[in-house]
């Protein structure tokens, strides 16, 4: 929440019409046929709302000054006609646009969705979550509107007003001049309006982010917010975000509102001006009483559109800043990018090596010239204190960041010479913090290997000890584990992910933490799992219990980025250095190496 938001950066004033003009581009082609059917129906209602004010003229000479008794029908007859044809061309009018602006808003989301998934591991570290939430949600609305706006605008409003100026040039050319006097006022009134209502649209959307973020925070960290009665301090952040909504919601509104009151004001100037001279014209100098009132109906016709023209640069300018954001991201480039000459990473060993490998995250170094290498088909134990820098070297090897000078190499390979997804594929991940995904027990495994059969899912599960308590699960297999797996323990998660690692079966593993947040039980039946996933794999452990990793093939000792010591357990207790000193605190009774230390059935848990 308390990261900066790019939804804080100013939009230049004249970057409108280039927002405008590319959002139109990108959706003309797809949606040119419907788009079309839309102008002929707006046209439509154009023809039909001048053609009632046109026969206003008939009405008065014909029906109340020449009492023509046979026109009486005729001009029934075609105002029902003109104004059904006005209701049937607004409906389908209303019904092409809004199947065209789903459709936008569905394609904007889409295209949002790809590109966050392309972004890197850092994207998402600097972006709040809430404000990715609100772009694929505000954003994409604000580009619909947009695009509503504009065709709205040009085919319904400026064909009704070009229709409605016809009809009133065609009455009484002077009469016309004289009711346009309202146009530069209410232009330049609009024009400062809209810088305003510009930099509230940033602030609204900004503290909408941090509505998201407080919301989706308390969701996710709901046991610690219960625990620790941190309701009043989340309470607060909520309030305060929302209160900012509102503010701004408010100020766009009024401003917006104002321009009710101006063009109001002008307009009755201008129809004050028009019965003034019409009513002298009629009075003094004999002209047709028909063609006033034609006149007049015109201009009163031309008055909701034209309010609704003043309005649009304020409104676009407020949906605008969301098409900005959107299109930021859309444009955003990921950092780490698969080379252009990759090519597939075919494991023949699965040999890892850290070459002399430096990283930073920001401030400070997380890896300072690390190297070790992890032999095919043994086990590799990352140890140290937390800080050491040992999910760095996962995040590394799984290329999810690139070090800043070294290499990562597997099978000799450098990491950034291979593809992606072939990179991933070889490797299978089982972390401490197991996240599934709010599918079914069945749809989680085979994440690890889509296209998997149900055979082979099942067959991971046992493997993994996981059958027996997912068969008594409500709908077993196909039972959902909730958001995140809540309807499951810590232990049956673990043994869900590990399925997944299964059913990969990659020639690569790693393993984050697996087992330290379980019960002795859960632990034993994880364990016996884990030794089964570990077999002929090269294997990656990171662990803070030592008891876990004693049997490693090479123990690699970590320090603030740093490779200190390196070897098996007997080597490292008999060097009597950093991991000597690691074990003793650990294991009291654990003061030499001899073959008497603790076992990892009998380690305290």
């Known amino acids: 929440m308390s990261k900066k938001s790019k939804s804080q950066e100013k939009i230049p ?142 085919g319904r409003d400026v064909l009704t007003i070009i229709a409605l100026v016809a009809v009133m040039v065609i009455q009484d050319p002077l009469l016309s001049l004289i009711a346009l006097v309202i146009m530069p006022p209410a232009v330049i009134g609009v024009s400062l309006l809209v810088r305003r209502v510009r930099k509230h649209a940033k602030s609204q959307f900004v503290s909408t982010t941090r509505i998201l973020s407080v919301l989706q925070e308390t969701a996710l960290g709901v046991r610690i917010v219960k625990a620790f009665g941190v309701e009043d301090s989340l309470q607060q952040a909520m309030n305060s975000a929302v209160h900012d909504v509102e503010k701004q919601a408010n100020k766009i509104a009024t401003l917006t509102a104002r321009t009710s009151p101006l063009m109001e004001t002008l307009g009755g100037f201008a129809v004050a001006l028009v019965i003034l001279y019409g009513g002298y014209s009629v009075v003094e100098m004999g002209q047709e009483p028909g063609a006033f009132f034609s006149f007049i109906t015109s201009l009163l016709l031309a008055y909701d559109p034209a309010k609704r023209l003043a309005r649009l640069q304020v409104n676009l300018n407020n949906s605008l800043v969301g ?126 290997r889509p296209g998997a059969s149900d055979e082979e899912i099942v067959t991971a599960a046992q493997d993994a000890n996981a059958h027996e308590f997912i068969v008594e699960l409500p709908g077993g297999y196909d039972g959902s584990v909730g958001e995140g797996g809540d309807q499951l323990s810590g232990g049956q998660r673990q043994r869900i992910a590990i399925a997944r690692a299964m059913l990969r079966d990659a020639p690569i593993l790693l393993l984050d933490e697996a087992t330290s947040a379980l019960d002795a039980e859960s632990e034993s039946k994880v364990q016996s799992a884990l030794a089964r996933l570990m077999r002929n794999r090269t294997t990656l452990v990171i662990a803070h219990r030592l008891a876990t990793v004693r049997d490693a093939d090479t123990i690699v000792v970590m320090d603030k980025g740093r490779c200190i010591e390196e070897g098996n357990h007997m080597d490292l207790i008999r060097q009597d250095g950093t991991y000597r000193r690691l074990y003793d605190l650990q294991f009291s009774s654990g003061s030499s190496g001899d073959s008497d230390a603790p076992n990892l059935k009998s380690d305290p848990v």
């Not at 009018?93 to 966050?116: E, H, K, P, Y």
């Not at 300072?368 to 590394?396: D, P, Q, R, W, Y």
């Open 13 to 154: 004033a004249d970057a409108a019409i280039p927002l405008i003009r590319r959002l139109m581009l990108e959706n003309a082609k797809a949606y040119s046929r419907r788009y079309a059917i839309a102008f002929v129906f707006m046209g439509l209602v154009a023809v039909s709302t001048a053609a009632s004010a046109w026969i206003m003229r008939d009405v008065i000479n014909e029906v109340f000054i020449n009492q023509d008794k046979g026109m009486i029908l005729i001009i029934a007859l075609s105002v029902m006609a003109i104004f059904t044809i006005k209701g049937v061309s607004t409906y389908g009018q209303q019904v092409v646009l809004s199947r065209v602006g789903n459709a936008i808003v569905a394609d904007c989301q889409r295209r949002l969705f790809t590109r966050i998934l392309e972004q890197d591991m850092g994207y998402f570290s600097r972006t709040p979550l809430g404000e990715l939430t609100t772009r694929i949600q505000h954003n994409t609305a604000a580009a619909r509107s947009v695009i509503d706006m504009v065709v709205v605008t040009l």
């Open 323 to 448: 098409v900005k954001l959107m299109y930021d991201l859309i444009d955003e480039e990921p950092s780490l990018k698969q080379a252009a000459d990759a090519r597939s990473l075919d494991v023949t060993k699965g040999a890892v090596e850290l070459a002399d490998v430096t990283f930073s995250y920001g401030e400070g170094a997380a890896l300072i010239g690390l190297s070790f290498k992890a032999e095919a088909g043994k086990t590799t134990a990352l140890v140290g204190a937390s800080g050491a820098g040992k999910s760095t070297v996962f995040s590394l090897l799984e290329r999810f960041y690139d070090p800043s000078s070294g290499a990562v190499l597997i099978d000799g390979r450098d990491v950034r010479d291979v593809t992606l997804a072939s990179l991933r594929r070889s490797i299978a991940y089982v972390s401490q913090d197991t996240f599934l995904f709010d599918l079914s027990v069945k749809e989680n495994i085979r994440l690890g």
